[in-house]
Each structure stands twice: as C-alpha cells, then as structure tokens.
C-alpha cells in the first residue's frame, strides 16, 4: 500500500499558494526525508498526508483510495512539541490509549517505565512524553508514519533510541516514514532517500 500526493496544491489564503502541483509516493517501509527552508510548507504538507487537511487542488491516496477520515487513520502523524499533542486532563494511560492499546513490549521498546502510566503529562519530560506519542501513533492499522521535527526538542541518547526503534519497526512491519528535519545528519542517517520542498513564491 502506498501513500502517495498527486499533484497536491496548497494555500491557506486564495492565491497565495504555499505550495503547487506537489507530488510524491511514499512505498511501504521506505523512509523518506524532506527538507526545505522554514515557512515552505512542510508541516503543511504533513497534515494533508494525514487527513489534518484537505489540499485545494490535488488528492491524497492511500493504497490508491482517497484518504478517509473514518476511523483509526492508518497515517499517523507525530510532531515537535508532545506537549501541545496530549491533553492535560488525561492520565498517561488514558492518552496512550487513545487509538489503540499498546502492549508491553512496545511500551518497553520505547523506553517507557510501567509507572509513568499512572502520571499526568505535566509530571513527564519532553522526551518521556514524546515516547508516549511515537507508542500512541504506533497501533498495528498504522502504515505511514509522519515525523515532523519529532526529535529536535530531545537530548542525542533519547533521539538515538526512537529512531533506532523506528527504523526496526518500519523494516519489520512495512510501515513507510516520511521524516521532517533540518537536521542533515539525522536525514542522512535514517532516510533511503530525500526530497526537497521548494517556496512556490
Ligand atoms: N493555520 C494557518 N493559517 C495561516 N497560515 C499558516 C497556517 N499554518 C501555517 N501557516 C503559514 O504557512 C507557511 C508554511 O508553514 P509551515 O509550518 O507549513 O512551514 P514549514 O516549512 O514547516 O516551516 P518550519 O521549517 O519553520 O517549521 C508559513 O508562512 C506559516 O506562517
């Protein structure tokens, strides 16, 4: 199944288009970067791939079907700041669950202590937090993971972890990545391959 934006064009004011005619297929387990300057419209795009937004012209597939926001949705999205992505009147637990229910071995995976479980998302740091949101957006529907600027808030060790992590499970189960980063090293080191978002003005 692939995730794939045909000819996707996006603006959020009429005319003022942010991107046009974008086009790229995500196969299964590849891992894909994208970069570009700041204010091109990556996040922007992320969203389109993940149902958060609908392009004005263009179309979104998966596995050839048009996305549908029915249900789990199979592209998940994880983005920079896990704090703003959970909501604070929710136990861990609660949060964790929200789509699925993650076993064990993926919570262990991840790095996460069976008592933070029990904690508020205040009583957490960025990093521990962000691994619940990478477990949360991991159910077994999942076949796209989005990751935008996911790590940069997090110190090198925690970093090294989730991609590690990531990379296995996108070998192991076939789920396609697209990585958003500024950060060349990181692209290098986990993408097969690279595409550039350019300004449309
Ligand atoms: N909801 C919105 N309404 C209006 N304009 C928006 C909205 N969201 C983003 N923008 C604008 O769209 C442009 C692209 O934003 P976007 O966050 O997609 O870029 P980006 O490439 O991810 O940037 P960065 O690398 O700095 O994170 C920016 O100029 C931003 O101000």
Request: charged letters at 20%; proline letters at 5%; a neutral charge.
């Amino acid at each position: 199944m692939q995730l794939s934006a045909r000819e996707v064009s996006f603006c959020y004011q009429p005319e003022q288009w942010l991107f046009q005619g974008m086009n790229l297929v995500i196969d299964p387990g590849e891992i894909v970067g994208l970069i570009g300057p700041s204010g091109s419209g990556k996040t922007t795009f992320c969203k389109l791939l993940a149902g958060y937004e609908t392009p004005v012209a263009g179309e979104v597939y998966l596995g050839g079907k048009s996305l549908s926001n029915k249900g789990y949705h199979p592209v998940q999205l994880v983005y920079q700041h896990p704090e703003k992505a959970v909501n604070p009147h929710w136990k861990m637990k609660r949060i964790v669950s929200e789509g699925w229910n993650p076993d064990k071995e993926t919570l262990d995976l991840l790095g996460i202590e069976q008592e933070w479980l029990e904690r508020w998302p205040n009583e957490l740091s960025g990093g521990e937090l962000q691994r619940f949101c990478v477990a949360r957006a991991l159910g077994p529907e999942t076949r796209f993971l989005i990751a935008d600027e996911m790590t940069t808030m997090l110190d090198a060790i925690t970093q090294a972890q989730l991609w590690t992590v990531l990379q296995n499970i996108a070998r192991e189960r076939m789920m396609g990545m697209l990585v958003v980063s500024h950060e060349k090293s990181l692209i290098q080191r986990v993408c097969h391959r690279v595409v550039e978002m350019k300004r449309a003005f």
